[in-house]
């Protein structure tokens, strides 16, 4: 009996995220399924989420998810770890398409990454309240040791472009934030937010070349990569903001490393 041929899928894949930072995740979609459809979201007006209360944050998101669901989806990626943190198995049980966070991929990447044993994750105020990424890696290995650090300051500096090398403020505050996993011998550290790529030459200059960064959001793109149907497309990837269009417009490139092939349109996530 040969083998069927499964239809393709041309469904879009859904993301979004606090901010910009979802778009990182975006990028790497873009790159490993180029014949896709995206819908983007970026609840631009409430960035950011980590330092919100977990009824809050759960409030958004179910918000966020309803927006997107306008729109006939295959799967959602939470480009969002302070959302994946808090809210992946609400939200999961609450649709009946795959919903893929990104704690879950970048601890299997730090597992396999890992010399010494000594894992480092940053990431929102929220996200390490949660404690997601320690209960996720005791679980899968209770040998290895894991060292969380809240950043707060990371994604404000980054929504506002504050990202370069020599930038004296950027490189102040990361100092700051990293000084304990470094002093703590980590070998791999989790960006545990998907704004922090961004970040990734100023970190890997304080954290020095033995230490290997894990990108949350790319994870969470490369799982989703294996999770439906891929479609036949030309891929067209649409964006939506809940505030400041103009202001995304302007940034967005700096995340995706490309110019974004259409302005984003303007989303009232109240109503949802």
Known sequence: MGIVERPADNRAIG???SGLGGLTAVRQLHRLLPGENIIY???TGRVPYGTRSRETII???RQDV???????????????NTVS???LDLLAQENEIPIIGTVEPACRRAMTMTRNGRVGVIGTAATMRSGAYEKYLHQADGSLRLFPQACPLFVPLVENGRVRRGDVVIETVAAEYLAPLKAAEVDTLILGCTHYPLLGEVIADYMGPEVTLIDS???AANLASTQFDLGDGNGVTRYFVSDDPAAFDQLAGLFLQEAPAAGAG???????
Not at 66 to 80: D, G, H, S, T
């Open 85 to 87: 943190s808090v809210a």
């Open 15 to 17: 993301v979004f995220d």
């Open 266 to 272: 303007l989303v009232d996530i109240t109503g949802y």
């Open 41 to 43: 979201f970026g609840d």
């Open 59 to 61: 409030k958004y998101a």
């Open 217 to 219: 959001g790319a994870e």
């Open 66 to 80: 309803a927006f997107l669901r306008q729109f006939a989806l295959k799967a959602v990626v939470i480009a969002c």
